[in-house]
């Protein structure tokens, strides 16, 4: 079966515009995550969904950063304004419900801020 | 403050020989351990995961040893191949707790030389 998938794979953009990252789980997980990695760190939790509950914004960097989710499926993560130290790999993950903590990971979407 | 700590940023092995990736946290909360492995361009990958209840398990080429008392946890692979040449992350969570997403570590580069 198809793994998670991300869109784009990569963008280039200027700082003080907007962009906007997809995410797509596999089917049926109804968890997803958010996570981004600067270059060499570690990955940085960003915001977690579990079914319709509301999210879990706590590690959202800053009041420029917000997520959505679609029911149990696709979600975006959108960054306003967005400045250099943005720039990083933005990756999704999804898994089984609360129990799955092993997370399915996409291939990520290289953001870069010019 | 960094709660998962990969010291060793790259290692060096010979194919054939044991890999040993090391892994401290500083999270008494902590309950479940978790190596992934990422190549470039590519999400991070489950490779094994530990619960605390257990101090260690065994997939193939792959074990992983938890030694709670001292917050350490490593991940052993032999004999080491050529294809196991990537980025490892070691990340821990509290079980269940999925608001927290998953704490990782920098990673490990590990290179196997032939």
């Known amino acids: 079966g198809a793994g998670v998938s991300q869109s784009p794979s990569n963008k280039v953009t200027e700082k003080g515009k907007d962009v906007e990252l997809r995410c797509d789980p596999i089917?049926?997980?109804?968890?997803l995550y958010w996570y981004r990695q600067r270059l060499g760190q570690g990955l940085e939790f960003l915001i977690y969904?579990?079914?319709?509950?509301?999210?879990?914004k706590s590690g959202l960097p800053s009041d420029r950063f917000s997520a959505e989710r679609t029911g149990e499926s696709v979600s975006t993560l959108t960054i306003q304004r967005t400045q250099q130290e943005d720039s990083a790999v933005y990756l999704c993950a999804s898994s089984l419900e609360l129990a799955g903590v092993e997370q399915y990971f996409g291939p990520g979407t290289r953001l870069t801020v010019t | 403050d960094q709660q998962v700590k990969q010291n060793s940023p790259s290692l060096s092995v010979q194919e054939g020989r044991i890999s040993i990736l090391n892994c401290d946290y500083t999270?008494?909360?902590?309950?479940?351990f978790l190596w992934y492995k990422k190549y470039p361009a590519e999400g991070p990958t489950f490779l094994i995961s530990i619960s605390s209840i257990k101090d260690k398990n065994e997939d193939g080429r792959f074990t992983v040893f938890l030694n709670k008392s001292a917050k350490h946890l490593s991940l052993h692979i032999v004999p080491s191949q050529p294809g196991d040449s990537a980025v490892y992350f070691c990340?821990?969570?509290?079980?269940?707790?999925?608001?927290?997403?998953?704490?990782f570590g920098k990673g490990t580069h590990l290179i196997i030389q032939p």
């Open positions: 990340a821990a969570t509290v079980s269940g707790g999925g608001a927290d997403g998953l704490t």
């Open positions: 089917s049926g997980h109804t968890a």
């Open positions: 969904f579990q079914g319709n509950s509301a999210p879990d």
């Open positions: 999270n008494s909360m902590f309950d479940y």
